[in-house]
C-alpha cells in the first residue's frame, strides 16, 4: 500500500523500489548485526526501464522532480553502492 499518489506508472515503480529498497537496507543492516558482512551490492530487480534509469541517474530527472525528497534517497543508496536496480522482463518478474 502506498500513501503517496502517482501521477505515472514510472512514478509508481520508482516509488516502489525506493520503498524496496529501504527494507533491502534495514535487512542488510540486520545481517551485518549478525555477523554476516555485506560485500556486495543488493539487487533489485525492476520491470520499468523509466524507473530504473531514473534510480540510475545521480540527481533527479526533469520528470520526477514534483515528486517527494524522500524517495529520492534510493538515488544516493544506488551511487554508494548499497542497491543495485537492475531491468527484468514484466514476464520474467513473478
Excluded: C
Excluded at 551490492?41 to 530527472?61: F, G, K
Amino acid at each position: 500500500f502506498q500513501s503517496t499518489i502517482s501521477q505515472s506508472s514510472t512514478e509508481a515503480e520508482f516509488i516502489a523500489a525506493a520503498e524496496a529498497g529501504k527494507l533491502a537496507l534495514y535487512l542488510r543492516s540486520l545481517l551485518t548485526d549478525l555477523g554476516i558482512d555485506q560485500i556486495m551490492a543488493t539487487t533489485l530487480y525492476e520491470d520499468n526501464a523509466a524507473a530504473v534509469a531514473m534510480a540510475n541517474a545521480s540527481r533527479p530527472t526533469r520528470r520526477g522532480r514534483h515528486m517527494d525528497i524522500k524517495h529520492f534517497s534510493l538515488l544516493d543508496w544506488v551511487s554508494t553502492d548499497q542497491l543495485i536496480l537492475s531491468s527484468i522482463s514484466t514476464h520474467d518478474n513473478s
